[in-house]
Structure formats: C-alpha cells, structure tokens
C-alpha cells in the first residue's frame, strides 16, 4: 500500500473533511462485510476507528454488538502481530 492509499477523507454532515491514514482493511469471512481501521495521524491520542465500506466508497458506523465485537477481536490480534515485530 502506497502512501496515497493509506489517506481516507471523510466527509461530515457539514461538507467539512477530514484526512485520517489507514491503518488496515478487513473483510469478514462470515458476513463478508469491509471494514476500514484507521486514525487521525495529528491527533496525540492513540484512538483507532472503525467504520464499514462498500465497494461503491460509502461509509456506516458499526452499530450491531456482535459485529463490534469481531471487529474487537480482529484489531486485539492486529495490535498482538505488531507487537511481536
């Protein structure tokens, strides 16, 4: 991934945008949902979100408890492999 593919730009209810970098992309092998792990690289705090894509580029927040807790699991071991490099 080049660094013109780590950039999402997230546009909010406003027009106002905001550039966040990506952190990694996953594709659930049970509901075959995307999703998109990504930060704020000016912020100091060391928050990570995650929202579902589309192919079509559209966004949603991830409402469903038993989705987040997936997506839970798969950033605690994403956080786990880093550590072990």
Known sequence: MDEQDK???IQDE???KYEREILFTY???TSGKKYVFFFDPQSKDDEVQVLRYSDEGTLEE???DDEYEELEE???AYVEE???K
């Open 74 to 76: 798969v950033f605690n």
């Open 62 to 64: 991830v409402e469903n």
């Open 14 to 16: 406003d027009g106002k």
């Open 7 to 9: 950039k999402l730009v």
């Open 27 to 29: 594709e659930s092998k």
């Open 82 to 84: 880093q550590d072990e």
